[in-house]
């Protein structure tokens, strides 16, 4: 054959990259792809996983920025709710302290209207006490000066009796 | 170093170089005269006396014998990747993981990316088809000597510097293509393969042309004891890089685009409907 070409020789250059081939197919090429697939198919769900876990964490922190502006509003409401209640229990609070304070008041005068008729009363039975008591004095004093004047009298020796004992 | 450790050194290196020098000069050159230019370049491609025993069995050219050489050690350093390497492999590779698995990519990608319907198994013959010509190619360099039939030593040339390795790969990869193409659209496939008829052709020859020309440089360079000297560190080993990756980029990249050509699914032509 032209240029040493042989065809024997092809075939066993043949056998011998077919009997290669399938070595290097079988145990280096398969299992090294195997392995690089494997570990690809792990990144891309790990990665899969991250990219959920994202989106759960995004769509959860929308959920709860929403539900925290809800509670801003809720809470605003609840403390214009708290100060209107406020309001009104302090204006009733109010409102009883004064009614207390004018019944307290009525009832101190009321009491000091008692008192004072009850001191006139008593003013007016001591006075009265004290002039009956005073005109009994004024009697009973004239009466018994009277008597003792007559008494002194009665026993007041003559003018010419006092000379002779002297 | 002190200066009288370097003049012994450069003494040693020296009397070294002359020696060598010598040797070659009183050795004769042997290409120049028992053997003129033009014999060398002749049994360089066509291996007309340069035959080896195969196993005392029959007399082949010596790339089969390299062909074999490189497949065994092939196989050897692929069992023992499976057997050590593989089952400690970890998702954050190491140095030799990472090579390894950058290699696998690259074919793996090489075959998706050209033949996007049936990756799989053309993958893993590219694979080894770019790994064979690789470490062929690069096997050229180590310089293994075998023993002619005529009782002199020759040194192996790269598996695909001889015409009959680079025809069986060629003819195998259109093979390949042909009953990929077969096996996977049917005759149709099969069809758009042959129309490519010239491919095992160009395919074997260019491995052929490349692989020899490199080879044949080499010879011319080794051939003159003047251009022997520090030249072959250049045009030996550069070009023998250089024809290693090209040509396994070559094949494998026109071996994966002609077969995802022939196993592309046919798409029929849809009627239109009568209105």
């Known amino acids: 054959m032209p240029l040493n070409i042989d065809i024997q020789q092809i075939l066993l250059h043949m056998l011998n990259f077919v009997i290669l081939f399938a070595v290097l197919y079988f145990v280096l090429y398969k299992p090294v792809k195997k392995f690089m697939d494997k570990r690809d198919e792990d990144f891309n769900e790990k990665n899969d996983r991250a990219n959920r876990t994202m989106e759960e964490a995004d769509s959860a922190k929308s959920a709860y920025e929403e539900k925290l502006s809800g509670i801003e509003d809720e809470i605003k409401s609840l403390r214009e709710d708290a100060r209107k209640k406020g309001v009104e229990e302090a204006d009733a609070i109010r409102e009883q302290a004064r009614r207390e304070a004018d019944e307290i008041l009525e009832d101190a005068r009321r009491k000091a209207e008692q008192a004072k008729t009850a001191a006139v009363r008593s003013a007016d039975n001591q006075i009265r006490a004290l002039a009956e008591q005073a005109a009994e004095k004024l009697v009973i004093e004239s009466t018994a000066q009277a008597y003792e004047n007559f008494i002194e009298t009665v026993n007041r020796p003559a003018p010419e009796e006092e000379e002779n004992g002297e | ?275």
Do not use: W
């Not at chain 2, 497949?71 to 090579?99: C, D, E, M, N, T």
């Open chain 2, 1 to 275: 170093m002190s200066r009288k450790r370097k003049l012994v050194s450069a003494g040693i290196f020296a009397v070294l170089i002359v020696l060598l020098i010598a040797g070659i000069i009183l050795t004769g050159n042997p290409g120049a005269e028992k053997e003129p230019i033009k014999e060398v370049m002749r049994d360089a491609v066509l291996h007309g006396t340069g035959k080896v025993s195969l196993f005392g069995l029959i007399d082949v050219n010596p790339g089969l014998i390299s062909a074999y050489a490189v497949s065994g050690a092939l196989i050897v350093f692929a069992v023992l990747v499976r057997i050590f390497a593989v089952p400690r492999f970890k998702p954050a590779p190491g140095k030799f993981q990472y090579v390894l698995e950058k290699c696998v990519g690259l074919f793996s990608s090489l075959a998706e990316g050209n033949s996007p319907h049936r990756p799989g198994f053309i993958g893993g013959y590219i694979f080894a088809a770019g790994v064979y010509i690789f470490a062929s190619t690069i096997f050229e360099l180590f310089g293994v000597q075998a023993v002619t039939t005529s009782g002199g030593s020759i040194s192996l040339p790269a598996p695909l510097a001889d015409i009959n390795g680079a025809i069986a790969m060629g003819f195998f990869s259109y093979g390949v293509i042909l009953f990929g193409g077969l096996i996977c659209s049917g005759p149709k496939g099969m069809l758009k393969a042959l129309k490519d008829f010239s491919l095992p052709l160009s395919m074997s020859f260019r491995l052929f042309g490349a692989l020899l020309s490199g080879a044949l440089v080499t010879e011319l360079v080794y051939y003159y004891a003047l251009t022997s000297y520090v030249l072959p560190v250049v045009v030996g080993v550069l070009f023998t890089l250089l024809h290693a990756l090209i040509q396994a980029y070559v094949l494998t990249m026109l071996v994966s685009i002609f077969y995802g050509e022939s196993t592309e699914p046919s798409h029929k032509k849809e009627k239109r409907k009568k209105q």
